[in-house]
């Protein structure tokens, strides 16, 4: 059990480094991740908010691993985005620009 609030705490941290460049580097974020797109600030400050949340929710979960609410809360949640975006992406984009979606 230690070892997941280990793994939390790590995906946690790399998903704060995500939150940076959505609200302070957008073009680099632009350039690696959203190639094929066009990118507003909206879009980027956007993702920051999304990525800065999952941030929070992993920490909350790292150290409260007994909190079996606040885990399921995390879950619903990483189902909620996904839902959002298939629904998005399966109406809106090509064949080509949905590859990279199967990855995040």
């Not at 991740?33 to 909350?60: A, I, K, P």
């Not at 949640?77 to 996904?82: A, L, N, P």
């Amino acid at each position: 059990m230690e070892a997941l609030g280990w793994w939390l705490m790590l995906v946690g941290s790399l998903r704060l480094a995500s939150v940076w460049f959505g609200f302070f580097d957008i073009w680099a974020l632009r350039l690696a991740v959203f190639s094929n797109t066009t990118m507003s600030e909206v879009h980027g400050r956007t993702f920051g908010v999304w990525t800065l949340l999952t941030c929070t929710l992993c920490f909350l979960c790292a150290f409260n691993l007994e909190n079996k609410p606040l885990y399921l809360g995390h879950q619903l949640y990483g189902c909620y985005y996904s839902g959002i975006h298939v629904n998005r992406h399966m109406s809106s984009v090509s064949e080509n620009e949905l590859l990279w979606f199967q990855f995040v």
